[in-house]
């Protein structure tokens, strides 16, 4: 099984909005037969290791780490596939997280007479998941947010200066971060300013996530590099009575109401055009309505050994003013990176 979920790891950023899955098919201790699930709409891990087990496949023991589908997607159910194989056992890390099909998988394989055990590195399998469990749960993308700071916490000086706070390693890995995420949100005032491209730029290349823009009134010019440069699609969110613009045919305007639940309707009409983990990459204003909305889980902090004294912070907030109403999050990665660091947090589920 941990070899199944390695093998599904690979796969991160490639597969929404489907889950990472991996499949190892063993034989008389012999592993017989692996795959992962490498794209949506393509073959699910439990068949390319059924395919490469081939007749081996008769009396093996299949370990997956998603309990296999039941239901006819865009692709026939794995169930009756390993059915049709004569797999013996069936060894499960997680069951389906969508309620509709929870279990259904299992029942399948148990009538057909075949031997299933759930729960093995249930753990392991769902951390790998959580931004597709998360998703499916709350029908939203799971949201990580960015930011380099100074010593001090600042974004940028108070005149707007921020070139660069943090080191070359730093930004190549916020590249990284990008490549895995379907989509980058930025804020209109952090396109006014700092014209970004939003596109992955590694040695190697990337994936360039979908571009979203929020920007209630309108105000992104058309011959800025997100809507001048069809590198990736760009996502205007502005509200209905946003003053009409011609972009490029990559960019769509969605308009929305004008409520206090701007944010959370952006994210549920994310979630339904298939993009399951989102990364919001700033500025200050909008990182502080994401987290003070609570609508962030993770938070990826780029900190360089540099104090400015002046300037916006990643959080500001008039309504804690005790300290006891800080947000708590539980810190679960520090790794240096050239002169800086990069701290992981995650927020404790409400
Ligand atoms: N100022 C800094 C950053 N700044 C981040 C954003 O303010 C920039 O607009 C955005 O990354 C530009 O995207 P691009 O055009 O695609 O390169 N981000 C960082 O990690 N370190 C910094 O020192
Ligand atoms: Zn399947």
Redesign the pocket.
Known sequence: MNFAIQLASEAKGQTSPNPLVGAVCVNNHRIVGMGAHLEAGKPHAEVHALAMAGENARGSDLYVTLEPCSHYGKTPPCALKIIDSGVARVFIATLDPNPLVSGRGVKLLEEAGIEVITGLLKQEAAQMNQAFFHSITHQMPYVTLKS?VTLDGRM?TEAGS?????SEE??ED?HRLRHIHDAIL?GVN?VLH??????T?LPHGGKNPIRVILDRHLRTPADT?VTADPAAGTLIYCQEDAPDVQYRKHVEVIRLPDSVSFLQEVLRDLYTRGIMTLLV???PAVHSSFIEQGLVQELYL?Q?PKLIGNGPSVFTSNRRADMADSLKLEITDVDQLGSDIRIRAIFKEA
Do not use: H, N
């Open positions: 380099a940028a921020s070139k660069w706070i943090t730093a930004r916020v930025v952090t700092d014209q970004p491209f939003l596109t730029r590099p990459e700033g500025g780029y360089a």
